[in-house]
DNA sequence: AATACGGGGAG
DNA sequence: CTCCCAGTATT
């Protein structure tokens, strides 16, 4: 029902400063603003980093907590805000910790480049002092067009909108658009944006998506944007928008060895993008058509080690690979590490359980 | 425009 | 199982 506006030519997506031309815009603005605002007044959830005056914000919490939520649900992420905030309470803490104190806080959360850029950006603001506008914060490691929104407007009131996962679905199925491109929701969500109160309406607009505008059962029936809704009126609103094609997740054999016990083992520093900077078991992947043996005799020469006894098997799913990991014993003079003091992803954590019950397979 | 990057919740 | 989550960096 509604066409797509045209992208300005040359215009960068996701930076969109400049609002998008909209053809005859279908809402009235104030009647539509004022009815989401109102529900936020009366509903919105009271959650810690939304402590203090609207678009004045503690500009570390705001930074921290969307650092943490990117990708990542509320709930969970609140776990870890907690847990953040209390290891380490100002940016100037978060600046003088060591790389393996912020990944032991982050240990298990996921996306750990969220937390080595929060980390190196934590050390450019303890330096220079926070940014003062959306430019600023966008040109910190781990900020992206997302965050410098949100920081921005809740923390500087800075009229900038927020595109999310929940303002994509929240938009899409407003105007009836079953395949937003990202530019088309950032041109919507700065038409909407109320400019009085830019940091309640990036909330409002998220809390929406996430507690009535769900992607699977939408409560419409409480919704505050169903007078507006194209998707609501269509009687099918969760088809909006069409599910995203995927790639197939490959298999991929590994082989891990446990040198020494579960609780006090050879430990290798993980490098590159995936895992990188945590801890975990020594490991390798299999390669093509190899057995897992002959993989942790290529693991065991590495170490100059001595490979020992299976101990077990388990997978792990991770967003792009199924990891089917395969545990073996081994013997060497390495020095070891207490595994409780190390920042270990979740696949090495069940490694080390698997280990630790080895009577089951 | 596609892909890599964790882990878990909800249906 | 599938789809998604207060996205970003890299190609």
């Known amino acids: 029902m509604v066409s797509a506006a045209p992208v300005a030519a040359r215009q960068a997506p996701y930076t969109a400063a400049v609002t998008p031309p909209v053809p005859a815009f279908p809402f009235p603005l104030p009647a539509l603003r004022a009815a989401l605002l109102a529900w936020f007044d009366r509903t919105g959830r009271a959650l810690p980093w939304r402590a203090g005056r609207e678009g004045a914000r503690d500009p570390y919490r705001v930074w921290v907590a969307e650092i943490l939520l990117q990708q990542t649900q509320v709930v969970r992420g609140q776990v870890y805000y907690d847990r953040f905030l209390t290891a ?163 298999d991929v054999p590994v082989v891990a060895v446990l040198i020494g016990t579960p609780q006090q083992a050879v430990l290798e520093r993980r490098t590159g993008t995936l895992l990188g900077g945590l801890m975990g078991l020594p490991a390798e992947p299999l390669a093509a ?35 089917t990991l395969h545990l073996y014993a081994g013997q060497a003079d390495l020095p070891r590490q207490t595994v409780t003091d190390a920042a270990l992803s979740r696949l090495d954590q069940k490694a080390l359980a698997l280990a630790a019950q080895p009577t089951l397979l």
């Not at 430019?135 to 992206?144: E, I, S």
């Not at 920081?151 to 994509?168: I, K, P, Q, T």
């Not at 170490?303 to 967003?319: D, E, I, Q, W």
């Open 88 to 250: 380490f309470p100002t940016v100037q803490a978060l600046a003088a910790a060591p790389q393996e104190a912020v990944l032991k806080a982050w240990e298990g959360c996921g996306y750990y480049a969220r937390a080595r850029n929060l980390h190196r950006a934590a050390q450019q603001v303890a330096r220079n002092g926070f940014p003062d506008s959306y430019d600023g914060w966008l040109a910190l490691p781990g900020v992206g067009p997302y965050t410098a929104a949100a920081v921005s407007s809740l923390a500087l009131n800075e009229a900038r909108a927020v595109n999310d996962g929940n303002v994509r679905r929240v938009l899409a199925r407003l105007h009836g658009e079953a395949r937003p491109s990202p530019a088309w929701v950032q041109g919507r969500a700065d038409t909407l944006l109320d400019p009085q109160r830019p940091g309640a309406w990036n909330e409002a607009v998220m809390d929406l998506g996430a507690t009535v505008c769900t992607p699977a059962a939408p409560r419409c029936e409480v919704c505050p944007l169903r007078p507006w809704c194209a998707a609501s009126a269509s009687g099918t609103p969760a088809a909006y928008p069409a599910p995203k094609v995927r790639a197939p997740v490959p």
């Open 289 to 323: 058509g190899e057995v897992p043996h002959d993989a942790l005799r290529r693991l065991c020469a590495r170490l100059n080690a001595r490979p020992g006894p299976p101990l077990g098997r388990l997978t792990h799913v991770m967003t792009h690979r199924r990891i």
